[in-house]
């Protein structure tokens, strides 16, 4: 994500219960800014327990029942609100094994532009998500941590002159009553809930594709002409990033949305990149070279999350720094094969002097910082996450050489696919791949803020220049 108050506590769940699929149907009305859903999940329960406990903030849950071992038990609700999370009491022991949560709720569709949100434009109003860090509970009842990465069945039922995207690619369209459809989109790869995407609007797409996978962009009628850069930089970032990665691109489309209001300046929902419209949309006919590098740049730095991010996600918040320092890592190298004269070297130079001056301060922080709210948690998104890390990372590539850090990346993500993985997942798989102490390397700039000081002094000894380095 490239980035407003941020609640000041909520709650980790135990790992006791496990969402393994949702099944989710929601109804938003934006005439009325308010939306209805109902929700399956499939649980792995690991051991038998009382109660259950989601994240749900700001829903009003009607019904909750739970499937298990053939028999139905109806669960009491109890929200709270302080700990963003919602207690279901069964009243009894609920068994070891697999279950089926249903669940009722509603929601308003808030002006927050976060959660399940109203943007609109001078002529409408339109539905849309951003659920990075811990807002997918404001939409619906979930396990809203990154570790709990589980398949997303999802169906909008929405107006009939509107349109719906998603994650994944839409399956079937069915006509409803009272003039609405119901879209259904296919299930998804295993996902974290923040992630998921759900629009609702009028939406008008330019469509290519790169390497057989579809590509879409996709604005807000009347602006289909200004999607054309971003549609040919997307083609050309996707085919660079699958050779890069020796991974094809995991999902079965990719949707770049602009959305009138958006805080984020891009958020990597999975197949389904949401931007802020200015930095997705540009007239290629008058655009100067700077507006290019920047809508690019977005571009670039969205997809590799796919990869480093959506394909592998870090198993906590204290870990995004391996997300958002890889994704700006790699945002400038299928640019500078794209378009070498805009020498983004020098953006690079310039990239890491800002990071070294950010980290001289007396308040600067370590890049894995321990969270816990979502206020600590938002607040991690900073040029230490993005500058400092991508400079780091540089500084590995430099000394591992770039094949060899390409192909131990590539061994990475292809032992990690679908799951989750800490720093010390990285750095040891990285080590193991390269045959070099990338753990030590790694941990030592990770895990101490600031850089290295260095103190050179040079003497002569006869004809000989030496040079001490101490630090």
């Given at each position: 994500m490239l980035l407003l108050a941020i609640p000041l506590s909520a709650a980790r769940l135990g790992e006791r219960v496990v969402p393994k699929r949702y099944v989710l149907q929601v109804t938003p009305d934006l005439s009325r800014e308010t939306f209805a859903g109902e929700e399956s999940i499939d649980l792995?329960?690991?051991?038998?327990?009382?109660?259950?406990?989601?994240?749900?903030?700001?829903?009003?849950?009607?019904?909750?029942?739970?499937?298990?071992?053939?028999?139905?038990?109806?669960?009491?609700?109890?929200?709270?609100?302080?700990?963003?999370?919602?207690?279901?009491?069964?009243?009894?022991?609920?068994?070891?094994?697999?279950?089926?949560?249903?669940?009722?709720?509603?929601?308003?569709?808030?002006?927050?532009?976060?959660?399940?949100?109203?943007?609109?434009?001078?002529?409408?109003?339109?539905?849309?998500?951003?659920?990075?860090?811990?807002?997918?509970?404001?939409?619906?009842?979930?396990?809203?941590?990154?570790?709990?990465?589980?398949?997303?069945?999802?169906?909008?039922?929405?107006?009939?002159?509107?349109?719906?995207?998603?994650?994944a690619q839409m399956i079937s369209d069915t006509p409803g009553r009272r003039g609405k459809h119901t879209v259904r989109f296919a299930p998804t790869?295993?996902?974290?809930?923040?992630?998921?995407?759900?629009?609702?609007?009028?939406?008008?797409?330019?469509?290519?594709?790169?390497?057989?996978?579809?590509?879409?962009?996709?604005?807000?009628?009347?602006?289909?002409?200004?999607?054309?850069?971003?549609?040919?930089?997307?083609?050309?970032?996707?085919?660079?990033?699958?050779?890069?990665?020796?991974?094809?691109?995991?999902?079965?489309?990719?949707?770049?949305?602009?959305?009138?209001?958006?805080?984020?300046?891009?958020?990597?929902?999975?197949?389904?990149?949401?931007?802020?419209?200015?930095?997705?949309?540009?007239?290629?006919?008058?655009?100067?070279?700077?507006?290019?590098?920047l809508v690019a740049g977005?571009?670039?730095?969205?997809?590799?999350?796919m990869w480093f991010g959506d394909l592998v996600t870090m198993k906590w918040w204290d870990d995004i720094w391996l997300n958002e320092g890889f994704a700006t890592l790699m945002t400038r190298r299928p640019l500078e094969a794209w378009h070498p004269e805009w020498?983004?070297?020098l953006d690079a130079v310039n990239q890491t002097l800002a990071a070294l001056a950010t980290d001289s301060r007396q308040s600067t922080r370590k890049i894995r910082t321990g969270v816990e709210t979502p206020r600590e948690i938002f607040s991690l998104f900073d040029g230490i996450a993005y500058g400092k890390t991508a400079s780091v990372l540089g500084m590995i590539e430099e000394w591992l050489g770039p094949e060899v850090f390409r192909k131990s990346i590539s061994q990475y993500l292809t032992r990690y696919a679908w799951n989750n993985a800490s720093a010390e997942d990285f750095w040891s798989s990285m080590a193991q791949s390269s045959g070099q102490p990338v753990d030590t390397v790694m941990r030592s700039f990770v895990e101490q803020p600031g850089a290295p000081l260095l103190h050179i002094t040079e003497r002569c000894e006869g004809e000989q220049r030496l040079l001490e380095v101490s630090q």
């Open positions: 792995q329960i690991g051991e038998p327990v009382t109660t259950l406990r989601l994240h749900a903030l700001d829903l009003a849950l009607s019904a909750a029942t739970l499937l298990v071992g053939g028999e139905t038990m109806a669960l009491t609700v109890s929200p709270e609100p302080v700990s963003e999370t919602v207690m279901l009491d069964a009243g009894r022991l609920i068994p070891a094994g697999p279950a089926r949560l249903q669940l009722h709720f509603e929601g308003k569709l808030n002006q927050e532009l976060r959660g399940f949100y109203v943007s609109r434009t001078e002529k409408r109003k339109y539905a849309v998500t951003q659920f990075e860090a811990t807002d997918a509970r404001r939409a619906f009842p979930c396990f809203d941590e990154p570790s709990f990465k589980a398949v997303y069945e999802i169906s909008l039922v929405i107006d009939s002159r509107d349109s719906a995207i998603s994650n790869p295993p996902i974290s809930s923040y992630l998921v995407a759900m629009l609702v609007g009028d939406f008008r797409c330019l469509k290519g594709s790169s390497d057989d996978i579809p590509i879409r962009v996709c604005t807000t009628p009347g602006q289909e002409r200004l999607a054309r850069f971003a549609l040919d930089t997307a083609q050309a970032v996707l085919h660079y990033d699958n050779v890069y990665f020796g991974i094809r691109y995991p999902f079965a489309k990719l949707d770049l949305i602009g959305i009138p209001d958006f805080q984020a300046g891009a958020m990597e929902n999975a197949g389904a990149i949401t931007f802020r419209e200015s930095f997705l949309l540009l007239d290629d006919a008058t655009a100067s070279t700077e507006d290019r590098k977005v571009i670039a730095h969205e997809i590799a999350h020498r983004l070297d």
